[in-house]
């Protein structure tokens, strides 16, 4: 039945990292907002395959460009409570229509995410060790919507909920984080072709970042990297680890 495409989910509104988690708490009731742009190249091509490997020169780009927007939203009270929201807006989808897929024709919506972090230890920006958890939940907007508003490259047709554990900390001016977190998600696939890589299913993520920071301009620059692996289907869709 189709599910979102797009696999980059923006760090709450206020945090110094873009994918992997180092949340921020604050004493006082701290708002925060952001817009946050990402292109996706080829994330989803049909080719024959060989082997184990995809023959490039035969294969279709059905998807060949994503341009997506990320409004943010986030508030900590009690410092110790982060409460995160993220809308993604589908702005364009280009490619050529393959195995049931059509790219997407105008301005759509995908899932809103609404999150809930905790801290258990630590400050994040004022030590050099913490610990939080969390969950992050996201609303199925095709159970609810119309097909004028979302597609099927946007939206799951079923809740998907991740809970997560998240260390980090600054120490000397590196700012270093480590997430770990499981995303329950129903199985699910693109079009009619073979599922082998247009299919999802529930799948574990960990997250590790290092920075320098400089805490009193606020700026922070580093890699991050997010490794993702699925580990259930069902036995209609296979996901493949």
């Excluded at 990402?38 to 080719?47: E, I, R, T, V």
Aim: proline fraction near 6%; charged fraction near 15%; hydrophobic fraction near 40%.
């Amino acid at each position: 039945k189709g599910f979102a495409l797009n696999r980059y989910e923006p760090t709450a509104a206020g945090e110094w990292s873009f994918w992997v988690d180092h949340p921020w708490y604050s004493s006082t009731r701290y708002f925060a907002a952001g817009v946050t742009l990402n292109y996706g190249h080829n994330p989803l091509q049909y080719g024959p395959v060989i082997g184990d490997k995809v023959d490039a020169a035969q294969s279709v780009s059905v998807i060949e460009h994503q341009l997506l927007g990320h409004v943010d939203l986030a508030t900590s009270f009690l410092d110790r409570v982060l409460i995160t929201a993220s809308l993604p807006v589908t702005f364009l989808e280009r490619g050529t229509a393959a195995g049931g897929v059509t790219p997407t024709q105008g301005v759509v919506l995908g899932d809103p995410r609404v999150g809930l972090m905790l801290r258990l230890a630590g400050q994040p920006y004022r030590g050099g060790f913490s610990l939080s958890i969390g969950a992050q939940g996201w609303v199925p907007l095709r159970q609810f919507t119309s097909s004028a508003v979302v597609s099927q490259t946007s939206s799951d047709t079923h809740f998907r909920i991740m809970p997560k554990i998240v260390f980090g900390g600054i120490a000397s001016s590196i700012m270093w984080s480590f997430t770990g977190g499981f995303l329950y998600r129903a199985p699910a696939r693109l079009g009619d072709s073979d599922p082998i890589g247009s299919s999802v299913g529930s799948e574990l993520q960990f997250g590790v970042a290092l920075a320098y920071a400089n805490v009193e301009k606020r700026l922070a620059i580093g890699p991050e990297m997010l490794l993702s692996t699925a580990v259930l289907g069902n036995d209609e869709v296979q996901v493949q680890p």
